[in-house]
């Protein structure tokens, strides 16, 4: 059964530092989504991503943040300037079509600011 | 925008008997309303889910029952088993770009 691939499993790195994450998510899916997890707590959405373009995004997704779809297959997540409070597991879903239909994660990066 | 509420937070049942996990939304508009289980450290994944069309729906021990009239759903869970145990999330999708907005989830703990 094809997966949703995340890399890194876990990524490091000193405040201030950029991270990007990436994601390969599932071939023939069309819509491309990043949520993030802080320990304990829910999943919350950041933005979803369609036609290269994003279709929504959340009040945590700001100037910080950007996604990209550099080529037909890996979707990034890009913070530019990380703080404490971005640790967190950053999750990539992709699903086939929009409204109603299965969004499939991968296994998530686990992401620590120190 | 959308809100998931989910109940009970945490969820103790013994190896074989029933566990029922409740949410309730707040946007009409919803449509769509997965489960997902998460294990530690794991990734969620998808068990079952409904859409507004549909009443109910079963698949082995699981099954989801919607009333959108009184905007709420839950899981059901028979015959549990201890590889049961996990975080069960609610969601559902709202807007454009079906965003999924997920409760705030369920620890359930099945126990021999």
């Known amino acids: 059964e094809p997966e949703v691939t995340q890399t890194p499993s876990h990524q490091v790195t000193q405040m201030g530092q950029e991270v990007i994450l990436r994601c390969v998510p599932i071939?023939?899916?069309?819509?491309f989504y990043w949520y993030r997890q802080i320990l304990g707590q829910k999943v919350e959405f950041l933005v979803s991503?369609?036609?290269?373009?994003?279709?929504?995004k959340s009040e945590i997704f700001d100037d910080q943040f950007s996604v990209e779809r550099p080529d037909g297959s890996n979707f990034t997540l890009k913070i530019r300037s990380t703080k404490l409070e971005d640790s967190a597991m950053y999750f990539c879903?992709?699903?086939?079509?929009?409204?109603?239909?299965?969004?499939?994660f991968g296994d998530g990066t686990r992401l620590s600011i120190l | 925008g959308e809100n998931v509420e989910q109940h009970p937070s945490t969820l103790s049942v013994q190896e074989g008997d029933s566990a029922v996990i409740k949410c309730t939304y707040s946007?009409?508009?919803?449509?769509?309303f997965p489960w997902y289980k998460q294990e530690l450290g794991k990734r969620p994944q998808l068990i079952i889910d409904?859409?507004?069309?549909?009443g109910e729906k079963k698949d082995q021990r699981i099954a989801v029952t919607l009333n959108k009239t009184a905007k709420h759903f839950s899981l059901h869970i028979t015959e549990t088993q201890p590889e049961d145990s996990a975080v069960y999330f609610c969601?559902?999708?709202?807007?454009?770009?079906?965003?999924?907005?997920f409760g705030t989830g369920t620890r359930l703990q099945v126990t021999l």
């Open positions: 409904i859409r507004s069309n549909v």
């Open positions: 991503f369609y036609n290269n373009e994003i279709s929504e």
């Open positions: 969601a559902a999708i709202t807007g454009t770009a079906s965003k999924l907005t």
């Open positions: 071939s023939n899916h069309l819509y």
């Open positions: 879903a992709s699903c086939s079509e929009g409204l109603g239909q299965p969004q499939h």
């Open positions: 946007d009409s508009a919803s449509n769509y």
